[in-house]
């Protein structure tokens, strides 16, 4: 997802700083996008770690002076690379604390942690947007509903409630930031093919990513404190 939004990002001009845990892979996740025309950089960052953090928001001030997008990607299931139908170390009645935590430090605090860090880069875009990636899994009224999509996956105690807090956490970064001409909104790319869900997601990160660049180029009279899809606005 992560690579799909940057190579959409860099076709539609953008100069894009692609960051990943591993260097070898954010290189090599730049150095794709740039075979296909794009302008895009690797930047060492881990959102649980805020030393990385700060480096990379260094790295971005000493090279370009501001940042309009910042597309908060990274996360977690905390059940490792399989199929929804089969993380039943998510059902909440035998859930690990040790793993909610650790879900929620990347779903959640690492968002925190990133969006304060680039908050400076950002005020000096004038048009500045933030896209906080989130998951059906997360609406409330979606899980909620026994007859609904979700109704035959695993229960889950850590992935589910990360991207409510999340969708919880875009509103009040929006409401904050509204006044300053920011745009923060939720985006919910579908049920894609990726290590995540153990590739049995049916839509292609291309097609996932399109309701995050949507989000990351709205016009200046676009939603904000949002949660969409493609098609349209999802409930909470």
Do not use: C
């Amino acid at each position: 997802m992560g690579r799909a939004t940057a190579e959409r990002l860099a076709a539609l001009g953008m100069t894009v700083l692609i960051s990943a845990r591993d260097p070898r892979r954010g290189e090599e996740a730049a150095a794709a996008v740039r075979a296909t025309g794009g302008v895009a950089h690797a930047v060492a960052l881990d959102v649980t770690d805020p030393a990385t953090v700060e480096q990379a928001a260094r790295l971005a001030e000493e090279r370009f002076g501001h940042l309009d997008v910042l597309v908060n990607n990274a996360g977690i299931t905390g059940s490792g690379q399989v199929s929804p139908e089969d993380a039943v170390d998510q059902i909440p009645s035998s859930v690990d604390l040790d793993m909610v935590r650790e879900v929620f430090e990347t779903n959640v605090f690492g968002v925190i942690a990133v969006t304060n860090a680039m908050l400076p880069l950002l005020r000096r875009s004038p048009a500045p947007r933030i896209v906080n990636v989130s998951s059906s899994a997360g609406s409330l009224t979606i899980a909620g509903d026994p007859d609904g999509p979700l109704a035959s996956l695993v229960s889950s105690a850590a992935y589910s409630p990360s991207k409510t807090a999340l969708n919880a956490l875009t509103v009040q970064y929006a409401n904050e930031l509204r006044k300053d001409g920011f745009l923060v909104n939720a985006a919910d790319p579908g049920f894609v093919d990726t290590e995540i869900n153990n590739h049995t997601g049916f839509l292609t990160p291309a097609q996932g990513a399109a309701v995050v660049a949507g989000l990351a180029t709205l016009d200046a009279d676009g939603p904000t404190a949002g949660f969409f899809s493609a098609d349209g606005p999802e409930p909470w």
